[in-house]
């Protein structure tokens, strides 16, 4: 009877031992295959993203093909450190990196457009890197495409000389309305809820050449969505067209006062802002009127350095 216990004990024990080694070899090769589960289990939370673009635009957030609802908003990088070796560059200029306009393949399999080109928002178009990111939508209530539905964004690269050539980078995507949001108001393609539109001025370079320093013409900027629109407005235009004149520090808005500090009284150049020559203080001060008295609270503005009062 003992010797039957025992066997029947050692028998237990060799199952228990077996269960445990097959549940922790389960567990080593989710462990250990779990990057490439991530990627092929239906229904995962972390799919990996193929990167994809071309002359130093690399889209980073959608893989080719992808499944996607609008409002859409698509980002990555351009990265221009290895241009002579890719053979060409993406131009950024003035704060973008091109514009970005959707297409779909209608029945007749030709690519039409459909909802408004929008600007490639670049952070720091100054620089061989910079991230960027633009916001596409339409209404698909006013044009019914079916689902599954052929779509491509194409980018177009800044092109600021208007020689060509001019790059672009087309992103192959499919449409699934069970991921689109629904678009209030007009059937104009409408900002996503992530991002919103600033209007800026900017000076008109080619009437500047000939006769007048101090025109400005119009510029819409896609930023993330902030109510301090005022700072947002200025830190773009000392990121870009402004530049050359100072970096941005703050603004205080007081009885329709704007009054815009400076980082130092100088130029980045060493410079006295208060000695720029007529043509560029008249460049300064046009584009900051001109796109700070559009916003109600702003009647005029005033420039400071950290010792008082900048002067013309």
């Known amino acids: 009877m003992k010797k039957h216990q025992s066997g029947g004990l050692l028998t237990l024990l060799l199952e228990i031992i077996a269960l445990l080694i097959i549940v922790v070899g389960a567990y080593v090769y989710v462990r250990v295959n779990s990057d490439f589960l991530s990627q092929v289990l239906p229904g995962s939370s972390e799919v990996a993203v193929v990167t994809s673009g071309k002359c130093g635009l690399t889209v980073t957030s959608h893989s080719p093909k992808s499944k996607v609802g609008f409002p859409l908003v698509i980002k990555g990088v351009v990265d221009n450190s290895n241009s002579k ?3 060409c560059s993406w131009q950024m200029f003035e704060g973008q990196a091109g514009i970005a306009q959707i ?3 209608s029945n007749d399999n030709e690519w039409k457009k459909i909802g408004e080109s929008k600007p490639v928002i670049a952070e720091n178009w100054t620089s061989v890197n910079s991230l960027f990111s633009v916001g596409l939508n339409f209404n ?3 044009v019914g495409l079916p689902n599954s539905t052929e779509l491509k964004v194409v980018f177009t690269e ?3 000389s208007g020689m060509p050539p001019v790059d672009t980078y087309e992103l192959p995507l499919i449409l699934d309305t069970t991921l689109s949001r629904a678009v209030t108001g007009d059937k104009t393609a409408q900002p996503p809820s992530e991002s919103m539109s600033l209007t800026l001025y900017i000076q008109d370079k080619e009437i500047a050449k000939t006769r007048d320093c101090g ?3 119009k510029a819409i900027y ?6 301090a629109v005022v700072d947002s407005s200025l830190q773009i235009l000392f990121e870009s067209e402004l530049s050359k004149y100072g970096a941005y520090k703050s603004v205080s ?3 329709g006062v704007a009054k815009v500090m400076l980082v130092s009284e100088n130029t980045p150049e060493g410079h006295p802002i208060g000695g720029l020559s007529s043509c560029e203080s008249s460049h300064l001060m046009s584009v900051l009127k001109d796109t700070l008295i559009q916003y109600k609270t702003v009647k005029s503005v005033e ?3 950290p010792k008082g009062k900048i002067l013309f």
């Open 85 to 87: 070796a890719d053979g």
């Open 158 to 160: 800044e092109n600021a």
């Open 103 to 105: 297409y779909f393949k």
């Open 253 to 255: 808005v007081a009885d």
């Open 222 to 227: 896609q930023v993330p969505r902030t109510s």
């Open 215 to 217: 025109v400005t013409k």
């Open 140 to 142: 698909n209530e006013g």
């Open 303 to 305: 420039l400071y350095s």
